[in-house]
């Protein structure tokens, strides 16, 4: 089994529904990432979180939102969903030692129509 | 700001025939500089830290140095198995996250 697991994989949806992408770790990792991925832009930072009660605004925050609803279980939220939403979405995990070495998971292809 | 750019965008060679691919970066004190591999609809996956410029690393077919303004991952006598996206980041000191480059899509034709 994956260390990063995320649901769903593929998601289509319409502009103005809620959608929530889940990510789940067995690395015992407190640092959790969300990235979004987009063709010549590269990966961007969401929101992070170091514990369970800690939540950051990465570069690209607006339109979604998070829950750390445990140590191994971190949620990205849109809200009401736009086509330039679409994009590949990525959760990460590290320790606290190796900041930089990060481990992603599969992704999650969404589609906003 | 920090930044990062990678070049080429694209790189196709034969089976054997070694390159090379680029990242430069801006950073306001770097504290590391990482690459990733990510294959098709894969998540990508870490490969090396560099901390300090005249640092080098090896994996395989694969080595990476680290200058003050750029970084290289040359590719020694590469295999048809090391097609894949590679990603460059950087960190700087004080920073919680990584900053990212577009990535060099290199594709090893047999």
């Not at chain 2, 980041?89 to 034709?109: D, P, S």
Request: proline share 4%; glycine share 8%; hydrophobic share 30%.
């Amino acid at each position: 089994d994956a260390d990063v697991t995320q649901t769903p994989r593929n998601r289509i949806t319409k502009t103005g529904k809620r959608i929530m992408l889940e990510c789940s770790q067995t690395k015992g990792h407190d640092r959790m990432y969300w990235y979004r991925q987009d063709p010549g832009l590269g990966l961007r930072l969401i929101y992070y979180s170091f514990d369970v009660k800690d939540i950051n605004k990465g570069e690209i925050s607006d339109g979604y939102s998070v829950s750390r609803q445990a140590q191994a279980k971190f949620s990205l939220s849109l809200e009401s969903a736009i086509p330039n939403q679409t994009a590949l979405y990525f959760c990460a995990t590290n320790g606290q030692a190796t900041t930089g070495e990060l481990f992603f998971g599969e992704g999650s292809r969404l589609t906003v129509l | 700001e920090d930044q990062v750019t990678q070049s080429p965008e694209a790189l196709r060679l034969q089976e054997g025939e070694s390159s090379s691919l680029n990242c430069s970066y801006t950073v306001s004190g770097l504290r590391g500089l990482f690459w990733y591999r990510q294959d098709p609809g894969k998540g990508p996956e870490f490969l090396f830290t560099l901390y300090s410029a005249g640092e080098e690393k090896e994996k395989e077919r694969l080595k990476a140095t680290l200058t003050k303004k750029e970084s290289f991952l040359h590719i020694t006598a590469p295999k048809p198995e090391d097609s894949a996206t590679y990603l460059c980041a950087v960190q700087a000191r004080g920073a919680q996250k990584l900053v990212f480059g577009q990535g060099t899509r290199l594709t090893i034709n047999p």
